[in-house]
Nanobody, 128 residues
Framework: QVHLVESGGGLVQAGGSLRLSCVAS????????MGWFRQAPGKEREFVAA????????YYADSVKGRFTISRDNHKNTEVLQMNSLKPEDTALYFC?????????????????????WGQGTQVTVSS
């Protein structure tokens, strides 16, 4: 069982930055892609960003491309989402997730059903 714990959410003004972190409980984290999803009130959970198991490839939703950066440190079982130039429409509960596929080398990371483990979420609120 993998436990994921997010931190770093909060309240920020439009144009500001936040850094979200996710720590995994065990080292099998190192063999699986990791992603971030978000869910705003009344909306479905949506893909934000993902990083391959080895950190070589990253993928972003069009809405955050150029503003958000995902990274990982497999020695620390940690992934990070750096969010810059935040907009009010980025307001949501952000979830860290671990892909169920080990050593996956494809480019399809946006399907929520591919993620097996989820954190509890961290709230990001961007004021205008």
């Amino acid at each position: 069982q993998v436990h994921l714990v997010e931190s770093g959410g909060g309240l920020v003004q439009a144009g500001g930055s936040l850094r979200l972190s996710c720590v995994a409980s065990i080292s099998t984290f190192r063999t699986n892609a990791m992603g971030w999803f978000r869910q705003a009130p009344g909306k479905e959970r949506e893909f934000v960003a993902a990083i391959s198991w080895n950190g070589y490839s990253t993928y972003y939703a069009d809405s955050v491309k150029g503003r958000f950066t995902i990274s990982r440190d497999n020695h620390k079982n940690t992934e990070v989402l750096q969010m810059n130039s935040l907009k009010p429409e980025d307001t949501a509960l952000y979830f860290c997730a671990a892909d169920r596929r080990r050593y996956y080398s494809g480019s399809d990371y946006a399907d929520i059903s591919d993620y097996e483990y989820w954190g509890q979420g961290t709230q990001v609120t961007v004021s205008s």
